[in-house]
């Protein structure tokens, strides 16, 4: 009976894959550049830039700001020892592949808004 739940718990628990050399250091410049950028350009967009707000400029702040708590989320977990691990490192990649695709889509529609072809 013991020797059937040992087998079984063995079966259960996968090897842990670490990465290659330099991956981890990679991906937390990449993120760090990105949030750099979100940031001052959040700064720049929300507290310096004249004009009057529009609800498209709201919607691109709002995600602006999603995209920024996203990419401190995969900043945090690159930060944790178990993200050397494969599998948790693809879910921290697509952490902040979502941080960037929306990022970008915050970035087009704040260009957008700042132009007279989006004003809403």
């Known amino acids: 009976m013991q020797g059937n739940i040992v087998a079984e718990l063995k079966d259960n628990q996968r090897s842990r894959t670490p990465l290659p050399t330099g991956y981890r250091q990679g991906i937390i410049t990449a993120i760090t550049v990105l949030l750099g950028f979100s940031l001052l350009f959040m700064r720049y967009w929300s ?3 004249p004009g009057r707000w529009t609800v498209s400029s709201i919607i691109a702040a709002v995600l ?15 930060l944790q ?10 879910k921290t990649l697509r952490w902040f592949l979502w941080s960037a695709v929306i990022l ?11 132009s007279p072809l989006l004003r809403f």
């Open 47 to 49: 507290f310096e830039l």
């Open 64 to 78: 602006l700001a999603i995209a920024i708590v996203a990419q401190m989320i995969a900043l945090w977990r690159s």
């Open 81 to 90: 020892i178990k993200d050397d691990d494969e599998i948790e490192y693809s």
């Open 104 to 114: 970008l889509i915050s970035l087009a529609i704040s260009g957008l808004s700042f």
